[in-house]
């Protein structure tokens, strides 16, 4: 596709549930990355990814959360046993190789009820 | 540590009038920086970066930046505002030295745009 894909566009699940998030970056791009915006909140920093490897962890909140990614393509964002305050949208952006910029999906609006 | 500061969580301004929202950063080594946009409901859009060369930058929709080195700052820019300019501005930092450098934001800042 032209640009970021991610989906669902939006999740409604109930406390206790796990959930997939799913990202497909622009084709080619080798960088992915997973932010996290709270309503009317900044992007928090989530995980990178550099092809299927991720070398920077260090925003995932809890143990719940993890995420992978296949090869050069498709990223999934798990979130387990869902609390109230894991609704938020959640970013995904890529960039290519030695670019700079990185390109935003339109987010997953999920709601934890 | 990289980190972003926006300073104002909201600028207000009349339409046609100039308009600057302010950014500053720390980073190790010389940065990249960024502007992104984001309309409401909508994905982050990117506005324009610095890398190297000119400090004054020029982008998207007639915004425009200055980099400035020794104030670490890279302050967004526009001379006459329009109502649809209303958004949520985010700034963003990515260092350039070492083999891997995260892509950093600040906090937004909310531009309103008055008739």
């Known amino acids: 596709g032209a640009g970021v894909s991610q989906s669902p566009s939006n999740k409604v699940t109930e406390k206790g549930k796990d959930v997939e998030l799913r990202c497909d970056p622009i084709?080619?791009?080798?960088?992915l990355y997973w932010y996290r915006q709270r309503l009317g909140q900044g992007l928090e920093f989530l995980i990178y990814f550099q092809g299927n490897s991720a070398p920077d962890k260090s925003g995932l909140p809890s143990d719940r959360f993890s995420a992978e990614r296949t090869g050069e393509s498709v990223s999934t964002l798990t979130i387990q046993r869902t609390q109230q305050e894991d609704s938020a949208v959640y970013l995904c952006a890529s960039s290519p190789r030695g670019g700079t910029e990185a390109f935003f999906g339109q987010g997953t609006r999920l709601t934890v009820v | 540590a990289q980190s972003v500061a926006q300073p104002e969580d909201q600028v207000n301004v009349a339409e046609g009038n100039p308009l600057t929202v302010k950014c500053t950063y720390s980073v190790s080594g010389n940065p990249y920086l960024f502007w992104y946009v984001q309309y409401p409901n909508r994905g982050l859009q990117f506005l324009l970066k610095y890398i190297t060369g000119d400090n004054l930058v020029k982008g998207s929709y007639g915004f425009e930046a200055e980099f400035n080195k020794s104030q670490t700052s890279f302050h967004l820019k526009k001379p006459s505002a329009l109502v649809s300019d209303s958004a949520l501005y985010f700034c963003a930092v990515r260092g350039v030295s070492g083999g891997y450098n995260k892509l950093i934001f600040g906090a937004g800042t909310r531009l309103a745009v008055h008739p």
């Open positions: 084709s080619g791009h080798t960088a």
